[in-house]
């Protein structure tokens, strides 16, 4: 670890939505397995050093992690080589398939790569979702904190068991003074601030039993773009540029949405939303799962809507048909990491969603009207009405980080804006404000696309499609690499 502690729809929609609950599986099963192994092999470590594990210190084999023992002393902050070593002894077999942009796995010797991890697999946990944490489960401290760099975390430890008044006992490596060592936590609240002082940022469970990812050379994840006529949609085959680097995997599509969830299109005759199932083309390849809405929005792990008439707000239970309502009347809804949020008609403002329920008392509204906002891992952003300003929402209160922009993206990668007087797109730092805090990374874009590792641009005109090569390639066209020719619209899902 970076950081050491010290101790209601439309009658049309609505007959789309009806249908069967989804059903348990064995992965539930295979989950309280390796939760219980996990539980067991770090309560075994309790009282080890750095040099644990007799002698060879601790780290996840394969991956970036190092060992937590050099030369018979403690290497550096290691919380999250024990948690990865931990994670790999019970089985959890994929914690260096996931390629960020800049080339380092997902899990690493830093506590925030769990955090990294949970959203690439979609088994992020965040407050207000009304998760219960599991044996097994890693929990992540004080991620993104005003302060601290955007992806920064101060301490990861496994969740070894629950109290009977629900809160959770905990085993973490380098804690306590001097080198560190194993130690346990027990009886800490599920969210909030925990003993000592460090705040809960997540929960995040080891992907068992679902399909392990194949790296590829850009990283691992799904770029979509869909044709200039919106007749086809496709997907990048992670190498190369040009048509031969995309795969055709569907026909016409008014909108894409794509996430941690998956990827989601719109059909241009009913207005369906409909599922890719992540494998093949064609119709075959799709399934429709709900009818019209004016609006969707992915994030969390999952798919929202906004009714034809914008009278209610939907969440999908993920099988065909399947849908609850969650919020009445908005204009808009914008979810990604940090969960849902939408604007209220009547007066402006941005809310958002507890998480569990429906109904007034499952919002809270945290500020008043802008021109837009965005989600990401940890923050909402908002532009002010007039766009004059860009301003962050940590869960606590706003702060004005930036000055004038056109519009902004947010995602797990972070917080971009375009300039209104040369409309070049600029990233934000994660901490400060003003123009020390943002940095030119490209030129003017038709439009952008942010997922938890990649930044794609749409370029004005010609519409070519490139990713950001990331931090320190500087703000030319060198800094971002083509790989497609043209598309009327991106998306990318990790």
């Known amino acids: 670890m970076p950081g050491k502690r010290t101790r209601s729809l439309s009658l049309a929609f609505a007959a789309v939505l009806a249908g069967p609950a989804l059903v348990a599986t064995t992965a539930g099963t295979a989950q309280a397995s390796t939760g219980a192994s996990i539980a067991g ?36 902050g290691w919380c999250a080589d ?45 407050p207000g979702s009304g998760y219960t944490p599991q044996p097994g489960d890693a929990v992540v401290y004080n991620y993104g904190t005003a302060g601290n760099p955007a992806n920064w975390a101060s301490h990861v430890a496994l969740v070894t068991g629950l109290e009977a008044n629900g809160n959770v006992d905990t085993v973490g490596g380098n804690t306590g003074g001097g080198d560190g060592s194993v130690g346990t936590d027990t009886n800490e609240p599920v969210w909030g601030s925990v003993s000592w002082g460090d705040g809960i940022s997540a929960y995040i469970t080891p992907a068992t039993g679902q399909p392990q990812p194949t790296p590829n050379p850009v990283t691992q994840r ?115 990491g940090f969960g849902l949020f939408a ?13 569990t329920g429906s109904g007034p008392a499952a919002w809270t509204k945290i500020g008043g009207p802008g021109a837009q906002f965005a989600v990401g891992a940890n ?27 056109t519009a902004i993206y947010a995602g797990g990668l972070g917080l971009f804006a375009t300039n209104p007087n040369d409309g070049s797109i600029n990233e934000y ?45 500087g703000s030319g066209p060198d800094a971002w690499n083509p790989i497609g020719n043209n598309a009327s619209e991106i998306a990318v899902s990790g």
């Open 41 to 76: 092999i770090a309560a075994g470590q309790v009282g080890q050093g750095p040099c644990g594990n007799n002698g060879n210190g601790y780290a996840a084999a394969g991956t970036a992690q190092s060992s937590s023992c050099a030369n018979g002393t403690v290497a550096h």
């Open 82 to 126: 024990f948690a990865g070593w931990v994670w790999q002894q019970a089985g959890v077999t994929d914690l260096s398939t996931d390629l960020t942009y800049d080339g380092n796995y997902t899990v690493d010797n830093g506590a925030s790569s769990f955090y990294n991890y949970g959203t690439k697999h979609g088994t992020l946990h965040l």
């Open 222 to 336: 799904h770029i979509y773009a869909l044709a200039p006529n919106k007749s086809a949609v496709s997907v990048y085959n992670n190498s190369g540029s040009g048509p031969g680097a995309w795969t055709v995997i569907g026909g016409a599509a008014v909108d894409l949405y794509a996430g941690d969830a998956g990827l989601f299109a719109t059909n241009p005759n009913d207005g369906s939303i409909n599922e890719y199932n992540g494998a093949g083309t064609g119709p075959a390849a799709w399934t429709k799962i709900g009818g019209p809405g004016a609006q969707f929005a992915v994030g969390g792990g999952h798919l929202y809507g906004l009714t034809p008439d914008k009278s209610a707000v939907m969440m999908w239970d993920g099988s065909p048909g399947a849908w609850h309502q969650v919020g009445g009347a908005a204009t808009a809804i914008y979810a990604g």
């Open 343 to 355: 604007t209220n008609p009547n007066d402006g403002s941005i809310n958002r969603y507890s998480g």
């Open 379 to 405: 923050a909402l952003y908002g532009l002010g009405p007039d766009k004059s300003y860009v301003a962050k929402w940590d869960g606590t209160g706003w702060s004005t980080i930036g000055g004038a922009a």
């Open 429 to 473: 730092s994660g901490t400060g404000s003003g123009p020390g805090a943002w940095t030119k990374i490209g030129g003017p874009g038709a439009a952008y696309a942010v997922g938890s590792s990649t930044l794609l641009g749409l370029a004005t005109g010609d519409t070519a499609v490139s990713v950001w090569k990331g931090p320190g390639t």
